[in-house]
């Protein structure tokens, strides 16, 4: 091994220790004959894979990568087409979608690009209304046993033209002109979407041998504290 690919390899090694302190339920485990907790890892993936950080630049690391975008606020949960998120009004102001992400058969820390498009529904073309482009790292489900994981938190902020009335709120403001003067969200269906590829590749997304990308139509609704 290189020191370039050892250095290199330094925050995934730290992210798996870390992530192996995290057990799942007993019962999801079975035991070998000197008592060690094992169960043997998803088919085409040895356990070298979900231990070693140089098994992340493979691009047959566990299988075709996949992401899921959902919602949640404490972890995820699944989105469907047509399906109502609540729109949250945040502790210093303003107003956010909730946006989490599964993914599968990609290594710990990833970049993760989620983005909010609003349809005018007019037959126009998706208004983009929210995206990042974020560098972070993953919670594993069952750290030694799969490469399944999560990550929450990403809050989608709507932007001041796009603002909801809130009832519950009504003297809310963010500008005296600006407030809601697109139209508001809460009348709009919004594409949620998420783009998931290993930590290894260039943020720019070039050569994302191991990359995935779900998107959802959903249904926002004011609002919630």
Known sequence: MTLRSHVRGLPLALCLLLSAC???????????????????????CSEVDLYEPDACE????????????????????PL?????VPIWYGSQGGYHIDITARMDNLCPIVFLVPSMYLDPGDGGEL???FTQT?????????PQVSPLQDFWGIRGFVPCEYWPVDEQNPDITCGEDEQ??????????????????????SPAGEDRFRFDDDEQRVQPVCCNY
């Not at 995290?22 to 085409?44: H, V």
């Not at 493979?58 to 949960?77: K, L, Q």
């Not at 469907?80 to 109502?84: A, N, S």
Request: proline share 7%; charged share 30%; with cysteine.
């Open 127 to 129: 208004v983009e209304i």
């Open 58 to 77: 493979d691009p047959a690391y566990c299988g075709a990568a996949s992401v899921e975008v959902g919602t949640g606020s404490d972890g995820w949960e």
């Open 80 to 84: 469907t087409d047509g399906q109502e």
């Open 22 to 44: 995290i057990f799942p339920p007993w019962d999801d485990r079975s035991f070998d004959d000197d008592d060690d907790m094992t169960s043997p890892p998803p088919e085409g």
């Open 180 to 201: 809601g003067s697109a139209g508001r969200i809460d009348q709009f269906e919004v594409v949620i979407k998420m783009e998931a590829w290993d930590h290894n590749l």
């Open 134 to 142: 974020r560098h972070v790292q993953a919670v594993r489900q069952e």
